[in-house]
């Protein structure tokens, strides 16, 4: 299967699936504050089971921080269905649980200050895990 995701600052702009292609709603769009500061990276995701991702990242540089980072927001879309939720940490990890199995979601992370949220990360896509028949 192949995956293409075209990413601009502000907006997802669509992603492809093979044959098929999904507009992602105005909702998606996104304004970051003015120089609020630089984005989280190194993201990285396992697929734990079949119904969460633990997501690790590193924390903001402080000469890339314009005041003092107050959290990260972690975005994770179903591909599926666009389904859009957020998770706020004050940590440089996540787990997310509750997920749908064997589907693949669209995960961004963005840190947050005084000034506002900054740009997200470069995106991952990762698959849950099927249930074992066993």
């Known amino acids: 299967m192949e995956f293409v995701v075209s990413i601009s600052q502000v907006k997802l702009e669509e992603v492809c699936f093979g044959n098929k292609a999904m507009r992602v709603l105005n909702e998606f769009v996104m304004i970051f504050a003015k120089n609020a ?4 990276a190194n993201v990285t995701a396992v697929n ?3 119904t969460s991702i633990f997501i690790t ?3 903001v540089p402080a000469n890339q921080s314009n ?3 107050l959290g990260y927001r972690v975005n994770y879309i179903l591909t599926t269905t666009l389904d859009t939720r957020l998770v706020n940490v004050q940590t440089v990890y996540a787990n997310l649980t509750g997920l749908k199995r064997n589907r693949i979601y669209y995960i961004t992370v963005m840190a947050y200050n005084q000034h506002g949220d900054g740009p997200p990360s470069m995106a991952l896509l990762v698959k849950t ?3 074992s028949k066993f």
Do not use: V
């Open 67 to 69: 005041g003092d980072i």
């Open 57 to 59: 990242w590193d924390a």
């Open 48 to 50: 734990k089971t079949s």
């Open 37 to 40: 500061h630089g984005s989280a």
């Open 129 to 131: 895990d099927e249930d």
